[in-house]
């Protein structure tokens, strides 16, 4: 990417000039920032910068990627979809070769290990398939991306919106402006994702001009959480509509603070039907299992298929069972 191209990536607006105008032009609102405080870039890394060199055409040939362009505003990742995808392109190109290599390699030791018709057979599969499905996969992973990370920022969002909502509220009832509420809302940053969405609407009123309603307006139509977005929808309506701001927060607060509470009481009811299966599924049947197995290897003379299964079973079906049932419950303990 040219640096003068790069150079302009600053929050969606041009940078501003190195040397300020004698005089500002007319109809040109001046742009709010700390004293000493310097617009945040968002500039590519060297590969990025490669990718778009290489890839921009084939990208710009293509179809206009709308949903992409929506989940990458929000997820946050601050790339633009021709940019994004002419990396995923790059990435998939990389991930091609070196697997290419591994293929090579796999197919040579298969075909070394027992030289003969089979292994050759194998040897072929594992130099083809090795590398198409992987980059198969590659490529459909990265262009999942965007959109698993803005619902990971939903999940966070509406984890943390029932404290916000308090903090909102208790702010309304000091008779708080409303833009002062989202900007003391973004420094707070205990409150994760719903701080970073405040800090959106901040920069837009403070740092692009634009008044908070239609920041509120457009924060409700790039945040990845339908609860908030309802909220910042229902801001909207409240105050074009003539009502109160400080009842609106209230009621806000309650119900998700009482929506909270249920969510936590589901997910451990959930929890606690995990733990039971883990003792039915992970514990008592492998054991149950490997006793039968011994059993019958025994009856029947140790039985070399059988002490294959006992080892299988020992060395892979339970390690495999642990670990899902790990990540499984570990994901329900964050979202608690």
């Keep these: 990417m040219p640096a003068t191209e790069n150079a302009t990536r600053v929050l969606g607006r041009p940078a501003a000039p190195a040397t300020p ?73 990389v991930t091609a070769a070196a697997l290419a290599v591994a293929g090579v390699v796999l197919g040579a030791l298969i075909y070394l290990s027992s030289p003969g018709l089979t292994t050759i057979v194998f040897g072929l599969v594992a130099a083809v398939g090795v590398p198409a499905g992987g980059t198969a996969v590659t490529n459909v992973l990265l262009k999942a991306m965007p959109g698993s990370t803005a619902k990971s920022r939903g999940v966070a969002i509406d984890r943390r919106i029932g404290s916000a909502m308090s903090f909102v509220s208790a702010m309304a009832s000091a008779d708080v402006n409303i833009d002062q509420i989202f900007r003391d809302l973004a420094k707070e940053k205990v409150y994760g994702a719903v701080a970073e969405e405040a800090a959106w609407i901040t920069r837009d009123t403070e740092l692009l001009g634009v008044d908070i309603l239609t920041a509120i307006r457009t924060g409700a139509n790039r945040t990845p959480s339908k609860r908030f977005q309802d909220f910042l929808q229902g801001v909207v309506t409240t105050a074009t509509s003539g009502g109160q701001l400080k009842p609106y927060f209230l009621l806000k607060a309650e119900q998700y603070q009482r929506e909270n509470k249920l969510d936590v009481l589901r ?70």
């Design 267 to 336: 997910r451990t009811e959930t929890m606690g039907l995990l733990a039971e299966t883990f003792v039915t599924v992970v514990v008592a049947f492998p054991l149950f299992l490997v006793i039968i197995i011994a059993i019958f290897a025994v009856i029947g003379g140790g039985s070399a298929g059988l002490l294959d299964i006992l080892w299988a079973i020992i060395g892979l079906m339970i390690p495999a069972f642990q670990i899902v049932f790990i990540i499984v419950m570990q994901g329900l303990a964050q979202e608690t």
């Design 21 to 93: 105008p004698s005089g500002p032009a007319e109809g040109v609102r001046p742009i709010r920032v700390a004293r000493g405080a310097q617009p945040s870039r968002a500039p590519l890394t060297p590969f990025q910068q490669w990718a778009w060199v290489h890839f921009k055409d084939r990208v710009k040939m293509g179809p206009a990627e709308a949903l992409l362009e929506e989940n990458l505003v929000k997820a946050h990742m601050r790339l633009r979809g021709e940019e994004y995808l002419a990396w995923v392109i790059a990435s998939t190109y």
